[in-house]
């Protein structure tokens, strides 16, 4: 913990947030804040966040997360910054998440914007619930090949080494490079699945610009609609059992068309 740094940290947090001149922001200047910062898609929010439109209503912009935070990675917005402000965020190229075991960061919440239970797991011996930094979901990694020295064919590995789940978040993928047909490529592969977006791999990045970058869950995921089901996957069996989803008209047209004679459509 850097305990020198704390209390001067904390004033000046509270002073921002205290500051007559942020405090007497009238209703048409805050809208303007507000209006520019929704055009800022790009925001990286504390472990335990909730969604980002749930996140920026619940806030209440105490600066709690931002004290607690032992690795001066989370800052609050300040006006300017194309964020709403007064809200925590970080930026990994600069200072990324340590991914700290007890997460400090999120208990101290007092508004439920940082929710512990999107930062926990059970232990499997006692079923006990524990903070678990592993299962937090900041954002996901996601590789510029183009750009990326590994999948030119010089060996670099500084992300994979980076990541605090080595051959679980990032692995190394081997493969036979055919332009010199002597050497192989070492190609840094991420697991969505697994990634928690702490951003240690971008801030440690050897290029210029890094080539590999973390960004939120909303910009980088799609969706597959729930009529969708992983026949092989028995836990997407149970939650299609569980919900009992009705079939909508999306799936009506999606069984005609598995269903549909092939030979009529190969003799048109």
């Not at 996601?142 to 020295?149: E, K, Y």
């Not at 939120?216 to 028995?234: C, M, N």
């Not at 299609?240 to 459509?265: G, P, Q, R, T």
């Amino acid at each position: 913990m850097k305990e020198d740094k704390m209390p001067s940290r904390r004033e000046t947090i509270r002073k921002l947030l205290q500051g007559a001149g942020f405090l007497g922001l009238g209703g048409l200047t805050w809208g303007a804040y507000v209006d520019e910062a929704k055009s800022a898609e790009l925001i990286l929010r504390p472990p335990g966040a909730i969604s980002e439109e749930d996140f920026v209503k619940a806030c209440v912009k105490c600066g709690e997360c931002v004290i607690a935070c032992p690795y001066d990675t989370l800052k609050l917005a300040e006006p300017g910054d194309r964020k709403p402000v007064g809200t925590p965020f970080f930026e990994p190229r600069k200072i990324a998440c340590e991914m700290c075991p007890d997460i400090p960061c999120v208990p101290v919440c007092p508004s439920g914007a940082l929710d512990v239970n999107l930062v926990s797991s059970v232990k499997e011996k006692n079923k006990e619930t524990m903070l678990d930094i592993n299962t937090a979901k900041m954002g996901i990694a996601v590789i510029d090949t183009s750009t990326c020295i590994a999948y030119w064919g010089i060996q670099c590995d500084i992300c994979y080494r980076a990541c605090p789940l080595m051959d679980e978040a990032i692995e190394l993928k081997y493969e036979r490079n055919e332009r010199t047909g002597k050497h192989a490529f070492l190609k840094p592969v991420v697991n969505n699945e697994v990634c928690t977006g702490c951003g240690l791999c971008e801030h440690a990045c050897v290029t210029e610009k890094s080539a590999i970058k973390v960004l939120p869950l909303s910009i980088i995921l799609g969706k597959v609609g729930s009529h969708y089901i992983k026949g092989w996957d028995e836990d997407d069996e149970k939650r299609m059992e569980e919900n009992d989803v009705e079939e909508d008209e999306n799936m009506d047209k999606a069984l005609d068309y598995l269903n549909s004679d092939w030979k009529d459509i190969v003799d048109e």
